[in-house]
């Protein structure tokens, strides 16, 4: 059993959990996932790790209450158990010196893009961080993107029609002084519809834009194939051979967002995430 | 009806005169009708009286072919005679000797192929039911509480990993317990068990074996460690560099293979493992009782002719599946399925489409599957395997309406562990290599099962457990 140490709340249906697993915080590294099980009952379930202390045998991630296991999770309090706790899975963020990052997040990524702009830092990037929020209630973890990067813009406002969002305006005004002040590499953590949106944005300036894919996902030790992608026409699963993929890469991102949706009828409680313009609604 | 026949001398039964007794027993069955709807076990398993009678017809001639026809060689002519006897108790102890796993190998072994294949019975068409009498003896061991445990050699102080708890880890655990060294076994789900949780329904194997047989393994000294990935927790050099004298690489089958077709990755085109993980390890049956939904359609139809294919159709069927199809592109001759579940599965309704392959999955619009455009095939000359290769014939293509299509064509091997361990030898299948003895090229790693076979059956799988547990034996006792 893993029992919780800390759970907070970030914003309304949005909390942190901190689970004791020695044995995941021991090798996780940024951009890796998790995948628990509450209890014997329970379906697995991934999460992207946004902190761990290997010290303490601590790691963390951020979730939002979409759905039955969410809101289960929602219920526990520090002094409960998971059930299961495993990872780190996938394979880590690819981390170098690149120059100018901007990173684009939104929802969990907001939180899960933490370890991985720390690391960018680590290499002496500067990095620009645009935060996609529906207001400023809801911008969670703010002050920590802030720190980790030169600077945050926050993009508030909700989304609008055909899949135009709000973190889009900064990023064409930065992309508009693209290369006089040039942006070296993108990363991008999000819904599906954001990083491909980003992707398309990018894709005339050939700058590499990294995104975090979260199809479903089984077992995510690369034996279901339910996670499985289309990149460069060939099929990689996103629990070995990602998460992490180049968004210009990656094909068919319509029927990986129909994947996606495939039980939202039946576990997402919350209508919201039923995204205008998506295929599946 | 029945039949006796009057063998002369032989020289299996020697000079006596022996009837043979050819009415090899039926084992009852649930019917197709109300199987269809559950998910429980589909063979309700001999009675003890069908027991004692299917047991006398075991003539134990000297030769003992059925035992050499046995990949983990079991002392088969020496348990049905106990069961002659009467003294279940005593059959258990010698089935116990040479497997850990009675109840599991009773249901799911192609015994047909194996120790009933060389049954002196066979001959005449009817060998002992050597796979029931055993399932038997399992679940009467199971049911009254007395399990029998062999004695356990005095502790040797070595330290053993086993990497996986399929049915091949299994058998090396055990095997490596009962000689006194201590196993440590890892496993990367949140049960043990492997393919025999995850991949064989519940219909034909149900799980509460599974798992008694898994804490038989355990109460031999082995600790079972779950969550656990092999390459991501601990590399295999950190396994042979803290605790452990050896290791056993037994992970299984790996990353499920596709068609390469477009369409491919519709909603509603599963993996044969992502559909048998959900229904089986997840419980998806028993949704919302259990967390896991799968969804199921109306039409539904399964790419590929071996056991896992059957497996995935049948559980189409008790899924609600009005129509299920099994589409082989070659006939029925070179299915790789055994016979037994490819006529529980007709019986069941399941309808088979030989000679066709498909080349294309079709959306409805919103990317769910609608139909799937198929090609019909011939038979051409015969491949690396000895099986005519199937060709397309060119201008029969056509299509057919579906909602689901589940995709069982194999697997190919999990890079995590020679990904990370690069002095492991692989096959370019990526399949680790191995002596005859399970022995990979890396010094104090043996390796058996799927990961070295590509896919082959349980027992298979726990014979080579079997012969690399006496060659790590062996090598611990150095």
Known sequence: MFPIVAHEELAPNVHRMTVKASVVAEKAQPGQFVILITDEKGERIPFTISGWDAARGTVDFVYIEVGKTTRQLGALRPGDELAHFVGPLGKPAEVDHYGHVVAVASGYGAAAILPVLRALKEKENRITTILQAPDRERAFCAEELEQASDRLILALGSPGEEMTVSATRPLRKILANHPQNPVHRMVVMGSLCLMRVISEMTRPYSIKTMVHLTPLMVDGTGMCGACRCSIQGKNRFACVHGPEFDGHEVDGWDVLMARRCTYADESILQQSFQCRGCSQW | ?478
């Not at chain 2, 293979?257 to 028993?286: D, H, I, W």
């Not at chain 2, 590929?304 to 299920?324: F, H, I, K, P």
């Open chain 2, 1 to 478: 009806m029945s039949e006796t026949k009057e063998t002369g001398p032989s020289e299996e039964t020697g000079k006596k005169k022996v009837k043979m007794n050819l009415n090899r027993l039926e084992m009852p069955k649930q019917e197709p009708e109300v199987r269809r709807r559950n998910f429980d076990e589909v063979a309700t398993g001999y009675t003890y009286e069908m027991t004692m009678e299917e047991a006398s017809r075991c003539i134990q001639c000297k030769k003992r072919n059925c035992q050499q026809g046995c990949p983990v060689n079991i002392d088969i002519p020496d348990f049905i005679k106990h069961l002659q006897d009467g003294n279940i108790e005593a059959a258990s102890k010698v089935l116990k000797a040479k497997t850990s796993l009675p109840g599991i190998c009773g249901r799911v072994c192609p015994q047909e192929l194996q120790c009933e294949n060389s049954c002196t019975l066979n001959k005449k068409g009817a060998p002992v039911a050597i796979g029931r009498l055993e399932r038997f003896i399992a679940d009467w061991e199971r049911t009254s509480g007395a399990v029998s445990k062999p004695e356990l050699a005095p502790s040797t102080g070595k330290c053993v990993a086993v990497v996986g708890t399929g049915p091949s880890g299994l058998t090396v655990a055990s095997d490596l317990a009962i000689r006194g060294h201590q196993v440590t076994m890892y496993e990367a789900l949140h049960v043990a068990g492997g393919v025999l949780m995850y991949g064989i329904p519940e219909f034909r194997l149900p799980k509460e074996i599974v798992q008694r047989e898994v804490q038989y393994v355990s109460s031999l000294g082995v600790d079972i460690h779950l969550d656990t990935v092999i390459g991501i927790n601990y590399s295999l050099d950190e396994l042979l560099n803290t605790k452990y004298q050896a290791v056993y690489l037994a992970t299984g089958a790996g990353l499920p293979q596709f068609l390469r077709v477009p369409g491919e990755n519709l909603n509603m085109v599963y993996s044969a493992n992502e559909f048998l993980t959900r229904t089986n390890l997840m419980k998806a049956y028993l949704y919302p009782e259990y967390a896991t939904p799968v969804k199921m359609g109306r039409k539904v139809a399964v790419i590929g002719g071996g056991n896992v294919a059957m497996d995935s159709a049948r559980c189409a069927v008790r899924l609600g599946a009005q129509e299920v199809y099994v589409i082989y592109r070659r006939t029925r001759q070179e299915m790789p399925a055994r016979l037994e579940e490819v006529e529980n599965a007709e019986e069941e309704g399941i309808h088979f489409h030989f000679l066709c392959n498909p080349t294309g999955f079709i959306s409805d619009g919103r990317n769910n599957v609608s139909a799937m455009e198929l090609v019909r095939m011939k038979l051409g000359e015969p491949d690396a395997s000895g099986r005519r290769r199937p060709v397309p014939i060119e201008g029969s293509e056509y299509t057919m309406d579906v909602d689901t299509a589940i995709i069982s064509l194999g697997t190919s091997p999990n890079p995590l562990i020679a990904s990370t361990t690069p002095d492991l030898e692989t096959s370019r299948w990526g399949t680790v290599i191995t002596d005859e003895r399970g022995k990979t090229s890396k010094a104090r790693v043996w390796a058996g099962g799927d990961i070295v076979s590509g896919g082959a059956t349980v027992i298979s799988a726990m014979g080579e457990g079997r012969r690399a547990a006496s060659a790590m034996h062996e090598f611990l006792s150095q």
